[in-house]
């Protein structure tokens, strides 16, 4: 099982950036797929952004332009850059390891990110 912890949600007003970190215990090279979920409440968990172990990269219509994904393999950490955020962003967030895209078969705790003026 990989142990997956994410940091750097908080408050921010709209229009605002955060990024969220997601360090995995085991090296995210060997991970196929890494993503961002999130999820409000009484709302499924949803699909933010993914990206495979060879850099290709997909995101929910909702986040792009705005939303970028990265992975650094040598600190074996996932990035969410999250720009011009909006008060509909506001959620949950889920930093997710799995064999491919929209299966994950490892969390994170989540991180709450509220975007609010």
């Known amino acids: 099982q990989v142990q997956l912890v994410e940091s750097g949600g908080g408050l921010v007003q709209p229009g605002g950036s955060l990024r969220l970190s997601c360090t995995a215990s085991v090296t995210i090279s060997n991970i196929l797929v890494m993503g961002w979920y999130r999820q409000v409440p009484g709302k499924e968990r949803e699909l933010v952004a993914a990206?495979?172990?060879?850099?290709?990269?997909t995101y929910d219509d909702s986040v792009k332009g705005r939303f970028t994904i990265s992975r650094d393999n040598a600190k074996n950490t996932v990035y969410l850059q999250m720009n011009s955020l909006k008060s509909e962003d506001t959620a949950v967030y889920y930093c997710s390891a799995g064999p491919r895209i929209g299966r994950a078969t490892s969390w994170g705790q989540g991180t709450q990110v509220t975007v609010s003026s």
């Open positions: 990206i495979s172990t060879y850099g290709f990269t």
